[in-house]
């Protein structure tokens, strides 16, 4: 019986790669954008608008505070509504990248806060206008903090890719319902759909993990 | 008591009246001061007197609330005067040094003049390489801030300043936070600077290098000039008793 089950499950593995293809995609596209305007967010937030900054801030505060799932239902099912019409596809990219840039925008935040006063006011003092003393000071320094929670929070972006399966995308996740329907062996069918996310996201926690240590080691932090 | 500080009202830094507050408390009272090109001033006085906020107005790092404070013959908060463009002209040194810690040496000392003076990098390579052979420094091209000890970080951060070729240089206690067998090395390199005919106004407790470059000592206490003269008068001779108080304090020992 496990037998035949399995011989069905081999032949769903090109729904599977499909599956598979269009989680990588969904993360990959939304992960590249999400980072893009999460670092403009960031900057901006930091900068001395305050309407701006505030704006932000409240946005942020809003996507933050409320279930991703509903975000996608609002995004899939309300903007066509006010006369947006959005593929399955395209409202998966924008509420993933939404998200990606709202969390990804804290922590370059926290990063360019964590720059000491004194780096700014030496690059001031010197005459570097405000976007040569981001580009030249303050961002290479803040990076070095940013950058293992922002692999960090991939991770975690590419397994909330999974709710894109509620507005009928097919993603590795969909596929497991999809095939769960022909082989009624749900415990095996999601094992096996774990273990696709795992593969995706297990080289990024090992790199987000180097990057710690780096960290720690650049800090000269006590081993304890 | 009134003190005529002011001169003619041609200093390359002048100050008119300056009035500053942190919340209710009014760190610079009444401020009036001229600082002429080529001057060297050195201003003293207890912890907390608003020595150090003095010097952060002259570059903008700090705002003034009332009074006038002229700098290089632009007027600060003047729409007119672009601040940025206005401290390209002058040099800041900073107690705690400030280097960029991603960058070397060589790479701290060029940075404005190559993004801000738009001189071309091998330029400004050349002529930082040139400064910090002059700081003494010659073999730390390549360091980063983190491989150089304090005197040669601040001897870095001094060349710094220089590399920007500025009208005035400004230094913010900049022996303060040294190990005390450091602090000859960049009280050394400042001497050659203002020896150079450099303006300088230097924030520091530094006896030795008031008496050696100083045309004049400013005693600053509860955000108001108390006194000024030159060292000799200064030191041997104090007019006032918070002025004697203060140097009882720090040449006790």
Redesign the interface.
Same mark, same amino acid.
Request: charged share 10%.
């Given at each position: 019986m496990i037998w035949q089950q399995l011989q069905s499950l081999a032949g769903s593995y090109p729904l599977a790669l499909r599956g598979l293809g269009m989680t990588v995609m969904l993360s990959l596209v939304s992960l590249v954008l999400g980072t893009l305007i999460g670092f403009g967010l960031g900057i901006l937030r930091t900068g001395g608008n305050r309407l701006i900054s505030g704006a932000i801030g409240a946005w942020v505060d809003l996507i933050r505070g409320t279930p991703f799932l509903v975000q996608i239902f609002l995004i899939f099912f309300i903007l066509p509504e006010l006369g947006v019409e959005l593929d399955a596809f395209t409202a998966g990219i924008i509420a993933l990248t939404n998200l990606a840039a709202c969390f990804i925008c804290e922590i370059v935040v926290a990063g360019i806060r964590s720059v000491p006063t004194g780096q700014v006011e030496a690059a001031l003092a010197s005459g570097l206008s405000r976007w040569q003393r981001m580009r030249q000071v303050v961002l290479p320094q803040a990076m070095r903090i940013v950058l293992p929670p922002l692999v960090g929070q991939y991770v975690l972006l590419i397994k909330d890719s999974s709710v894109v399966s509620a507005i009928g995308l097919t993603d590795l996740t969909r596929v497991g319902w999809l095939v769960v329907q022909r082989v009624p062996n749900g415990l095996l069918v999601f094992f096996l759909v774990g273990v696709g996310y795992f593969i995706v996201c297990y080289p990024l926690i090992l790199l987000a993990r180097r990057l710690e240590q780096r960290m720690g080691a650049a800090h000269g932090e006590v081993q304890i | 008591m009134t003190l005529n500080l002011s001169k003619n009202g041609t200093g390359m830094i002048e100050f008119r009246g300056v009035n500053k507050w942190f919340g209710a408390l009014n760190v610079l009272k009444d401020i009036t001061l001229s600082v002429e090109p080529r001057e060297v001033v050195v201003v003293c006085g207890p912890s907390g007197s608003g020595k150090s906020t003095l010097i952060r107005c002259i $570059? +903008? !790092?700090e705002t003034i609330r009332d009074g006038d404070l002229v700098v290089d013959g632009q007027r600060l908060g003047d729409p007119a005067t672009n601040m @940025? &463009?206005l &401290? @390209?002209e002058? +040099?800041?040194v900073?107690q705690?040094f $400030? !280097?960029?810690?991603?960058k070397t040496a060589l790479e701290n000392v060029t !940075?404005?003049p190559i993004?801000?003076r738009k001189i071309p990098r091998a330029e400004a390579e050349k002529a930082g390489r040139e400064l910090l052979a002059k700081v003494g420094l010659a073999d730390k091209v390549n360091a980063y801030p983190a491989q150089l000890s304090g005197g040669q970080q601040q001897r870095v951060a001094i060349a &710094?300043?220089l590399g920007?070729r500025p009208k005035i240089m400004l230094f913010d206690e900049p022996t303060s936070a040294l190990d005390p067998e450091m602090i000859s090395e960049v009280l050394d390199v400042m001497v050659a600077v203002a020896e150079e005919g450099m303006t300088m106004m230097v924030v520091t407790h530094e006896m030795g290098f008031a008496r050696k470059v100083a045309q004049r000592v400013v005693f600053m206490d509860a955000g108001a000039i108390v006194e000024s003269g030159t060292p000799d008068e200064f030191f041997s001779h104090p007019k006032t008793d918070r002025s004697r108080a203060f140097l009882s304090k720090i040449l006790r020992h």
């Open positions: - | $570059n +903008g !790092l @940025t &463009r &401290r @390209t002058i +040099g800041f900073f705690s $400030n !280097l960029y810690p991603h !940075l404005a993004h801000v &710094r300043c920007m």
